[in-house]
């Protein structure tokens, strides 16, 4: 009878033996593993920073303000008007008109024009000072904190229209990189109440 290979190892008559597997080659001193290339870090310079703030504002400007626009181009407001409604909003109390002009950067002159546009409309009102009757001061009437309100609903709206184009993914990662700028006090100050809600308005379809 003749004997096979497998049956001196006790193994079953013709059957091969296991193969161990091999290990991993090593690598010579000529072959390394290939490491990935870190990304560049990119240049955060406030000149970059500036250029992309810009145009994410561009973009912003460009698909969330038609509303918005719609209004004030239907109150006749000027973009000056509009910032001293948002200012005097967050000033709980009166300020005079040469305050005023300091603030929006104006001439007296030209503050007191836009002033006298906003009392017109009865946005803001206007008084003598208690202890020099030359100075006038200034606050918003409650008309004028409704349009305020109304201004900021636009804007809202308009905002949530493109958070709705985003990913989730990119959600995310926009409310990680803005949830420590907004703890900043002077940023935290321009946050609009939270009473707001977007209330988007038809625009009028064209004649």
Not at 19 to 31: H, I, L, S, Y
Not at 38 to 57: G, H, I, K, N, Y
Not at 72 to 99: A, C
Request: hydrophobic share 35%; with cysteine; glycine share 6%.
């Amino acid at each position: 009878m003749q004997v096979t290979r497998g049956d001196r190892r006790g193994g079953t008559t013709g059957a091969a033996a296991p193969v161990k597997p091999r290990p991993p080659a090593r690598p010579t001193r000529n072959q390394t593993p290939r490491a990935r290339r870190p990304r560049p870090a990119r240049s955060c310079s406030p000149a970059e920073v500036a250029r992309d703030l810009m145009t994410l504002l561009g973009f912003m400007l460009s698909r969330s303000g038609e509303r918005f626009y719609a209004l004030v181009d239907e109150l006749d407001l000027s973009i000056t008007q509009i910032k001293t409604l948002h200012l005097l909003e967050n000033h709980s109390e009166e300020v005079s008109v040469k305050e005023l002009a300091k603030l929006l950067g104006l001439s007296l002159p030209a503050a007191s024009r836009t002033v006298d546009g906003l009392l017109r409309r009865g946005y803001v009102e206007r008084r003598e000072d208690d202890h020099d009757r030359r100075m006038k001061r200034i606050r918003m009437s409650a008309a004028g904190g409704e349009l305020a309100l109304e201004l900021h609903r636009e804007r809202l709206a308009g905002l949530e229209d493109i958070a709705a184009t985003l990913t989730e993914r990119e959600r995310r990662e926009l409310c990680d990189a803005l949830a420590s700028l907004i703890q900043r006090e002077d940023i935290a100050a321009c946050r609009p109440p939270t009473a707001i809600t977007a209330q988007p308005r038809p625009l009028e379809e064209p004649a």
